[in-house]
């Protein structure tokens, strides 16, 4: 006994440190697996549909990772370009206009000049103020620009990582589960319940995140028509899928439609949609998600907004489905605990 358990504690050292070992070699590419694992959760009753009316194993599992490619890719780069031309008709017509600095520098001094009534501003240069602003944001958008040029090989890796870990995930999914199943020190009904909690928790959260979607784009989308802003369908569908991006999202659209109305002129209508989308839609991610996400996995709306925000700010914007998934575990394993608690028989 005594040279068994030392086997074991050897074994499981060995083990703990060839996790971690393992955690290291995979942590630059986390992000891309994670978000492969949650799209093969997502789409796996899709791919188990494709196995059934094909029949081989790589044949059924290329064939779904093409489909969700499609699924995936498709809109966005349609999407792309629609807001690629939509923002070069815009910048041809300011250029007709000649809005300019000096178009600018007039605009705001017509409300220095009322401010002027009752504040001492003359010795505020706009002119020099504004062009140093202008120099300052063609810095960093220059900057932003050769991130991302430098980062587009980065993207592209992660993108070839994302599917193929797709492509193994759905050959091997069902193969995977059995292995863990084994490796768990549990029953084979709890190692349902805790994978079911998992996969409903996922799926609960795409839910959420399209659900916050929608509804950020239909809110920036309405306020663009109503404000007469041209291609409200279009802009509406650019926030909704910039809605998927944390802190920042739909931000990405309505901040700089507000610059675009301040610079043509319309300062109500850019404070109008100023604070529509600051205090409408920018708030429908903490109300929305937790609620739509409670109601698909009947875990409390409190608890998941306080997973979703933690989880974002512990590991960024996979924060969105670890932060749920931690917390689904963590209330699945405190049940089993207590129903082993509640079963066990007290000692005579």
Same mark, same amino acid.
């Given at each position: ?6 086997? @074991? ?24 697996? $994670? &978000? ?6 997502? !789409? ?15 044949? @059924? @599992? ?13 809109? &966005? ?16 017509? =300011?250029?007709?206009? #000649? ?24 010795? =505020? ?15 960093? *958008? %220059? ?16 993108? *070839? $990582?994302?599917?193929?870990?797709? !492509? ?12 863990? &199943? ?32 929608? @509804?950020? #784009? ?9 404000? #007469? ?18 802190? *920042? ?15 043509? #002129? ?42 979703? %925000?933690?989880?974002?700010?512990? =590991? ?33």
């Amino acid at each position: 006994m005594a040279t068994n358990r030392a086997t @074991a504690v050897f074994l499981s050292v060995v083990a703990a440190l060839a996790i971690y070992l393992c955690y290291l070699i995979a942590k630059p590419f986390l992000d891309a697996i $994670i &978000a492969a694992i949650v799209i093969s959760i997502v !789409f796996f009753p899709l791919h188990a549909r494709m196995h059934r009316l094909i029949g081989r194993r790589n044949t @059924a @599992a290329a064939v779904s990772t093409v489909v969700v490619l499609v699924v995936v890719m498709v809109p &966005a780069l349609v999407l792309g370009v629609a807001v690629s031309r939509e923002l070069t008709e815009t910048y041809q017509l =300011f250029a007709k206009k #000649g809005v300019g600095p000096d178009a600018v520098s007039q605009l705001i001094d017509r409300p220095l000049q009322v401010i002027g009534r009752y504040v001492d501003v003359s010795g =505020f240069d706009v002119r020099a103020t504004l062009l140093r602003s202008l120099e300052q944001a063609s810095r960093y *958008v %220059l900057s932003l620009g050769a991130a991302a040029l430098s980062n587009l090989f980065s993207f592209l890796v992660d993108l *070839v $990582i994302i599917f193929l870990t797709l !492509f193994f995930l759905f050959r091997e999914g069902n193969k995977i589960q059995l292995r863990a &199943a084994s490796l768990l020190p549990l029953s084979t009904e709890q190692v349902k319940r805790l994978f079911a909690t998992i996969n409903n928790m996922v799926v609960a959260n795409v839910y959420g995140g399209l659900a916050v979607a929608a @509804a950020q #784009g239909f809110l920036t989308g309405l306020a663009f028509w109503v404000l #007469g802003v041209p291609s409200p369908i279009m802009w509406g569908s650019a926030t909704a899928v910039a809605s998927l991006i944390p802190v *920042v999202g739909s931000a990405l659209v309505w901040a700089p439609a507000c610059i675009i109305l301040v610079v043509a #002129g319309h300062w109500g209508k850019a404070l109008l949609l100023a604070g529509w989308g600051a205090a409408v839609v920018g708030q429908v991610d903490a109300l929305v998600r937790p609620y739509v996400m409670s109601k698909q996995v009947k875990v409390h709306t409190l608890l998941l907004f306080f997973a979703l %925000l933690g989880g974002v700010r512990a =590991f960024g914007i996979m924060g969105l489905f670890i932060g749920p998934v931690v917390l689904s575990v963590t209330t699945a394993v405190l049940t089993m605990l207590e129903e082993m608690k509640s079963s066990a028989q007290p000692i005579q």
